[in-house]
Every structure is written in structure tokens, then in C-alpha cells.
């Protein structure tokens, strides 16, 4: 007795030559009319590998034993010659049914309607002629009740002839193997033959024209990427190329291996940003440069463009001064003048062991980037708006003299547009004008660069960062709302020693803020009117309207819904780069 599965079955003959054991179900008695199988076997239990050598002998493709399979009808089935009626059977008597047994490939929808199974067992699709051949059973549609009953009784012929019986009789070599019945040896295949739904001569075929077919769409891939990329980087080079030659620029163009030079095989780095990394340099001549490397520009080289277009034409004493550029293939630098001060953020937001601006050099930078951003907007013979105005785009000289730099984001219009047109919002959140989410506010125009600035300069005056404006849903203040309500009261702002001279320049600071972050882009002063406003007097200044952070049509929630949604796109649209002093050894003033 064989314990197989979760059946047990009768060891009815073994033949260790050929690697093979036939069994019969424990249900299958020879002398008894009962001789039917108590446990279910499908052939998706076994491997499929047919005993002895029929694949040598045979065209024929082994895919599994056929299964005997008794039903249980509720009515009888005479339109099937495969169903054979098992009604007469004594053991089945009184079953309230009609047994039949099918000898098939059985599968659900040759089940007549009203049937159950009742169990499904395997019968041996060869059968053995004179104890060595092996020989087909066909016409098993036209079976009766005493072929079924002696194919139970004959049982099931398995081979335990396997992968690993093969290695051993094929010297180690992954190959498979059958018993052939001239030699009565385990023979060899001259191919690695599976026998699962083909023939052993044609087995490698299906193989070798799969790989040959993914060989070759992996290499047309490849080189469809390639081209895709290089005429990519090539239309890149040329649209760049193409405006360096068209455009008289006073910038020097140097050779990467100068940049190389200039900065000691890049060895200080000054800043990384959202387009490259800065590195510290010096001219031949003498004097100190900032040298960005652009690694990761965009495809076409926009922001490379952008800068050489707006930089390398502006000379402006509070705009920093493109020196050079170098251009050879995906090698993209640009060479400025150095800012030993590095940028006005570590300046305005106080840091312990630093030592704050005065209030008077507070004002005397503010006035200064206010004169760089209106020479920016009327100054040149194109109105350029930078979109990134904030306290890491501010650099300072050896003398805390202000210089707007970045232009990485700038846009260049005719001075006569109004209003210009993007595609995308651009900028770094909590200095980005309203009109840049809300269409209904008003048009983009070079107020949005108004309201950057006076976000900037409300940190400046205050010496901290901005809160949320929707204070009714935030734990936090917003304080320019928290300075306007101060002022209208007519309430002195309290500032960390300050004199009755500073109170006054801080409120005058204050209230031009209040003007350029109004909500509609029409409520705000130009920049050379802002420039006005600064260096005016204070009893001259009017009180702006209260500021208001949301477009009336909007309710609040949905203004902060969309804050939420913007804060982790704004890190990735920002443009943090630092032309100054080195990394990790910042200096203070």
C-alpha cells in the first residue's frame, strides 16, 4: 500500500529499470462489483513526463492523463455516447439518481445540466503490449461499463524518471532523458527536452525564437532611446548655440577646461540649487568669481539661456554681473562676480552666535534691491521679470551692497506687455503673487514681482518668516495683517532695540510692504514708485487697504486645500543657489 496524496493505492508492479511503479486505487477491488476509486487524482498533480520512450517513438505530444469521472444525474443522459450508465450497479442502488462514468478529457462544460461529480480519478492513457511496448488507447469515446471497470483495475503507470535521474545518467548536463526500449537504457536526448506541449526535435525552436525576438526588440529599443536622445541634446546644442551667435553678448565665453582651472578642480563649493551647483574661482587677473555649474538643466536649455539672455545684457549696480559663460556640449557654466557676503537670509532671520543687520543697513539693502528690480522692469530694452525674488536670490558685496541674482526662472517681455502670458506657475510659495494660482485676482504682469518684494521686505523689517494667511484656521499669527491692524490702531510696533529714528524707518518699511502685497495686481505701486515710497517721508505715506490673501469668490477652506497642495511643489520650483562664501563656514554681519 502507497500513501499518495491524500489517497492511499495498491502497488500493483514496480520496474526499477525503467523507472516506473503502477498503482490502483484502494476503492478498485478485483472480486467485488464495487471496483470504483474513493480518491480524487488529476493529472495537474504530476509533471508531465509519459513513462518509457514514447516521445522517441511518436510524434504525439503527452499533456496529461484523460480522467475517469463519475457523475450523478438528476435525469437521464442519452444525447452523449461518452456518458456510460452505471444504474445496474448494486452498490449504486437506490442512490436516487442516474450514475454514468466518462472516460475523457473531461472538462465543466461537457457536464450535462442537472449532473454532480462525484469523483474524478486517472486512468493510463498507455498500455503495455507483450511487457516492452507501449501503445496508444484510442476510441475511449466509445468505452463501456466493463472497459472502465478494467482500466480502474489496471490502475496508472508512473515514472519517477525525473530532472535529477537525468543529470546522474547524462554525466551532470542539464539535458532530459527517456528509457529506450531497443537498449533497455536510460538514453540521452541530443536536445534539452521538456515534453510539455511539443515534440522533442522541435523543442529548441520556440525558445531560441523568443530570445532572438527579445534580443532584437531590446536593441531597436535601445536604439530608438539613442537617437530619440541625441537628436534631443543636438536640437538642444544647436537652439543654444544658435542664440549665443545671434546675440551680441559682452559676457567672455570660456572653455570648460578654464572653468576647471579657474576653480581648482571645483574644490570649494559655495551653494547648491535647483539648477547646479556653485563653486568659488579666480580670474586670471585676480579678482574672485562664482562659478554655477548647471547639471541639471532642463532639455532645451532654457534656464541657460535665461541667464546669459538677462544677465549677460543688464549692467546695474544692484543686479550681479555675468562675467563669462562657458558652453561645450552637456558642459553648461556661468561665471559671476563673487559675493563674499553670501545672501541676505541668514542676515534678516537671526541665528544664535549672529549678529543682526542694523536697521539703517536693513533699509539701505531693501532700497538698493528695489532700485535692481525696477531697473529689471524699465530699465532695459526688454521688461524682465524675474519670479523669484527672495532672501536666498539677494546676494551682498564686501560692502552688504544688494545684488539681485538667479534669473533662472526670468522671463524677458516687451516693455510695452502689460500682461504676460505663462504656462506654468514659477516661483517659491510664500513669495509667489496671488494672480500666480488665481486667474479671477488679475493678469501676471511685473506686479507679481512687486508682491515678492514686499514679502521680502516685511521679513527684512520684521526679522522672521511669514506665517499662513488663513489665521482663522492656523494656530499662528500672520503678521503683516497683525502690523496693518497695529498701525490703524495707531499702536507703536515694539522692535528689539531700536531708537525713535529706526521706529520710524521700520514703520515706513512696513506700510510700503502693505502696499505691494495687496491682493489684485492693480492695487500695487510699481517698482520705481516703490523706490519713491522709500525714500520719501513717512507723513507723506498713505495706509494701504487692509491685505486680503484670498480672491472673494474663493471660500477659505479651499484657499488652504490648495496651500497644502502646493507646499511640496514648491521645494522642486525654487532656486536656491548662493554666489557668497562657502558651505559650512558662513559668514555674519
Not at 86 to 113: E, N, Q, R, V, W
Not at 133 to 153: C, P, T
Not at 160 to 185: A, I, K, P, V
Not at 514 to 528: E, G, H, T, V
Amino acid at each position: 500500500m502507497l500513501s499518495l496524496l491524500a489517497g492511499k493505492y495498491h502497488v500493483r508492479e514496480i520496474d526499477y529499470r525503467r523507472y516506473e511503479i503502477r498503482l490502483t486505487d484502494a476503492g478498485v477491488l478485483e472480486d467485488t462489483a464495487c471496483s470504483f476509486p474513493r480518491y480524487f487524482l488529476y493529472s495537474e498533480n504530476f509533471s508531465h513526463y509519459p513513462p518509457t520512450d514514447v516521445l522517441s517513438t511518436t510524434d504525439w505530444f503527452y499533456d496529461g492523463y484523460p480522467s475517469i469521472v463519475l457523475l450523478n444525474c438528476s435525469n437521464p443522459v442519452t444525447d452523449d455516447p461518452r456518458y456510460v450508465q452505471m444504474d445496474t450497479d448494486p452498490c449504486h442502488s437506490g442512490a436516487g439518481g442516474h450514475i454514468y462514468a466518462l472516460y475523457s478529457y473531461l472538462s465543466l462544460m461537457d457536464m450535462k445540466f442537472g449532473c454532480s461529480l462525484k469523483v474524478a480519478t486517472l486512468a493510463n492513457l498507455f498500455k503495455k503490449k507483450n511487457g516492452t511496448h507501449v501503445e496508444y488507447v484510442d476510441d475511449v469515446g466509445n468505452a463501456s461499463y466493463a472497459d472502465i471497470r478494467k482500466w480502474l483495475k489496471d490502475g496508472i503507470w508512473l515514472s519517477w524518471l525525473n530532472q535529477d535521474n537525468c543529470r546522474e545518467h547524462c554525466n551532470g548536463r542539464e539535458m532530459g532523458c527517456y528509457f529506450n526500449q531497443t537498449t533497455q537504457q536510460v538514453q540521452c536526448n541530443s536536445e534539452h527536452c521538456y515534453f510539455v506541449n511539443n515534440t522533442c526535435d522541435g523543442r529548441n525552436v520556440i525558445p531560441i525564437f523568443l530570445l532572438a525576438r527579445f534580443v532584437f526588440g531590446i536593441t531597436l529599443l535601445l536604439g530608438l532611446l539613442i537617437y530619440k536622445w541625441r537628436r534631443r541634446h543636438l536640437s538642444m546644442y544647436e537652439s543654444i548655440e544658435s542664440f549665443l551667435l545671434d546675440n551680441d553678448l559682452n559676457p567672455i565665453r570660456y572653455e570648460y577646461k578654464e572653468i576647471k582651472k579657474m576653480t581648482g578642480g571645483f574644490k570649494v563649493k559655495l551653494g547648491q540649487g535647483g539648477f547646479g551647483s556653485v563653486y568659488k574661482g579666480k580670474l586670471r587677473s585676480g579678482p574672485d568669481v562664482a562659478i554655477k555649474m548647471l547639471s541639471k538643466s532642463k532639455s532645451d536649455g532654457q534656464d541657460f539661456i535665461n541667464e546669459v539672455a538677462t544677465i549677460g545684457r543688464i549692467h546695474h549696480v544692484n543686479v550681479v554681473r555675468l562675467i563669462g559663460y562657458c558652453f561645450e556640449g552637456e558642459k553648461r557654466a556661468l561665471v559671476y562676480e563673487y559675493m563674499p557676503n553670501g545672501s541676505l537670509d541668514k542676515y534678516i532671520f537671526s541665528k544664535e552666535g549672529s549678529v543682526p543687520l542694523t536697521y539703517e543697513k536693513t533699509y539701505e539693502i531693501s532700497l538698493g534691491v528695489a532700485h535692481g528690480i525696477a531697473y529689471l522692469h524699465q530699465g532695459c530694452d526688454v521688461q524682465i521679470l524675474h519670479f523669484d525674488i527672495k532672501p536666498h536670490n539677494i546676494l551682498l558685496d564686501e560692502n552688504f551692497i544688494p545684488k539681485v541674482s538667479d534669473f533662472g526662472l526670468a522671463k524677458l517681455y516687451p516693455v510695452d506687455n502689460s500682461i504676460v502670458t505663462l504656462t506654468a506657475a514659477r516661483g517659491t510659495l510664500g513669495y509667489m503673487a496671488p494672480e500666480l494660482f488665481y486667474k479671477n485676482v488679475g493678469g501676471v504682469s511685473y506686479k507679481a514681482d512687486v508682491y515678492s518684494f514686499g514679502m521680502l521686505l516685511m521679513e527684512m523689517t520684521s526679522r522672521r518668516k511669514n506665517s499662513n494667511p488663513c489665521v482663522e484656521y492656523s494656530s499662528q499669527h500672520y503678521f503683516p495683517l497683525w502690523i496693518y491692524d497695529q498701525f490703524k490702531e495707531e499702536k507703536d510696533v515694539e522692535m528689539e532695540d531700536a531708537s525713535e529714528e529706526d521706529m520710524t524707518l521700520t514703520k515706513r518699511m512696513f506700510i510700503v510692504a502693505l502696499w505691494c502685497i495687496q491682493l489684485k495686481p492693480s492695487d500695487r505701486p510699481s517698482m520705481n514708485k516703490v523706490v519713491e515710497m522709500l525714500e520719501g517721508k513717512i507723513e507723506n505715506l498713505e495706509m494701504p487697504p487692509r491685505p486680503s490673501f484670498y480672491p472673494y469668490e474663493m471660500s477659505r477652506p479651499n484657499v488652504i486645500n490648495s496651500f497644502d497642495q502646493t507646499t511640496t511643489w514648491s521645494d522642486s520650483t525654487s532656486s536656491d543657489t548662493n554666489l557668497g562664501e562657502p558651505i559650512n563656514n558662513a559668514r555674519h554681519a
